[in-house]
């Protein structure tokens, strides 16, 4: 069934118009309220002007009419909605060509609501700058999917903007299921391949961000923001990979982070910068603006942790087994409090503050810098330990987070300025960049 549903106003010729040429099978008439409601137009009693009923020949059984204030687009928003959404199933058009600009704008928003509806209006030349000559009027379709194109791609910048990578990509994919005109899908494939790349790497899978990225830079031409992101996700794919093996021993399924094109071989552990690091505090910032504060603090713990497992890897050190070989260059009180921590099967494995422990004990610079942020440390790991997310059932508050962000940051800082190889580097916790909150993948 055809249902037309229309906006009244004081000129009745372009609404009748457009009913002799949509010839629908029932019609819903918007009229406004008041003592000169436009309800006249459609069935007064007026022998000089005829109604519209009259002048098209409708049958008033098949109409039914809804008066509201013609000066409350919301009013008029909420009804013209429900009427389209009860006629689901049925192919709607929504002419907006009468009424106030309250009424046509109301109706209008509700017709773009709905798959099934179609919003168009009476168009034709004007004599003045009054009203458009009803009787040299057409029927003019509106592109509704550009309007809702428009409208879900400042969606889209919005959620960018809050950095969820995974809902401007959902946001893309709906645009290209209702479609798109030719001007719009280079920036659709593009935003797909970029926001899927940047939802992996917010998920740390670093390698396939990188192959994302690849694709997009053999895709199109990547200006300098996307070449730069690449080279990092490549980096911290081949760091990443470098730290299982260092830690664990290697991975236990045979498998690596990334694609064999993106492996990163680390030639001089001295030299490498804790990268994953600094990738992780952003990632908890990202969290924080977002409230998470129970996940962002069990993010900064692991970036606590994960410092540490990175410093003594570049010794060669893996914290899931001490060996005798590292145990020997501590002093016997060191070497006898870690020796009590050897699990039945002879393996000693060490936890976070062992770790910075033994970096001390090894006379390494962030060793040193430990010793003064210990007690502050041990402070705000407690909002960690006492969260949901770990031990507890405190819920993290922004002002915890906040302190342990200071707090681990501060730190951390102090640590890359006390490490020599550190100290050199350009990127540092300072320096290096989060991920985009804007379009960056267009020229």
């Known amino acids: 069934m055809r249902v037309l549903i229309m906006t009244v106003g004081g000129d009745p010729t372009p609404l009748v118009l457009s009913i002799k040429e949509m010839k629908p099978d029932y019609i819903w008439f918007i009229c406004s309220s008041g003592q000169q409601s436009s309800r006249e137009m459609v069935e007064g009693k007026n022998k000089d002007k005829p109604n519209i009923l009259v002048q098209t020949g409708f049958p008033k059984e098949q109409t039914a009419i809804a008066e509201t204030d013609p000066d409350d687009p919301v009013e008029i928003y ?30 209008l928003m509700a017709a773009l609501e709905f798959d099934h509806c179609q919003p168009y209006l009476m168009k034709g030349a004007r004599a003045d700058l009054n009203k458009v000559t009803g009787d040299r009027s057409r029927v003019f379709m509106i592109d509704r999917d550009m309007i809702i194109f428009s409208r879900l791609r400042k969606t889209f910048e919005d959620v960018l903007s809050r950095q969820d990578y995974g809902g401007a990509r959902d946001i893309v994919r709906a645009i290209g299921r209702i479609g798109a005109g030719k001007s719009e899908e280079e920036f659709l494939d593009r935003a797909n391949i970029v926001m899927n790349a940047f939802d992996l790497w917010d998920r740390f899978e670093y390698g396939r ?41 290697g991975n236990k399924d045979g498998k690596t982070d990334t694609a ?37 603090v069990a993010r900064l713990y692991r970036a606590t942790e994960l410092y540490a497992q990175f410093a003594l890897c570049r010794r060669g050190i893996r914290t899931s087994n ?11 009180e060191h070497r006898n409090r870690l020796e009590q921590k050897r699990d ?4 000693l494995a ?36 006492l969260s949901w997310l770990a031990h507890g059932f405190e819920p993290v508050t922004r002002e915890n987070y ?21 100290s050199k580097n350009k990127t540092r916790l300072h320096t290096y960049p989060d991920l985009p909150n804007t379009v960056c993948f267009m020229d």
């Open 78 to 107: 909420e009804l013209a909605k429900k009427i389209i959404a009860d006629n689901r199933g049925h192919q709607v058009y929504a002419d907006y060509t009468g009424g106030t600009k309250s009424m046509a704008s109301g109706l």
């Open 402 to 422: 906040e302190r342990f962000h200071g707090v681990l940051t501060e730190f951390v800082e102090k640590c890359d300025e006390a490490d020599p190889h550190y």
């Open 350 to 385: 060490i936890g976070l503050f062992e770790s910075y422990e033994l970096l001390n004990g090894l006379n390494e610079p962030i060793g040193q810098v430990w010793e003064s942020y210990k007690s502050r440390i041990y402070d705000v790991i407690q909002y960690r330990n």
């Open 260 to 296: 064999s094109h993106a492996a990163h071989t680390v030639s001089d552990p001295w030299k490498e910068t804790p990268l994953p690091v600094y990738d992780l505090i952003r990632n908890a910032e990202r969290r924080a603006r977002m409230e998470q504060y129970d996940d962002a």
């Open 209 to 249: 961000a990188w192959d994302d990225l690849e694709y997009f830079s053999r895709s199109y031409i990547p200006n300098q923001q996307i070449i730069r992101y690449k080279g990092t996700a490549r980096r911290l794919a081949g760091l990443v990979n470098w730290l299982k093996e260092g830690i664990e021993g």
């Open 344 to 347: 039945s099967r002879g393996k």
């Open 322 to 332: 001490i060996t005798e070989e590292t145990l020997a260059q501590l002093s016997e």
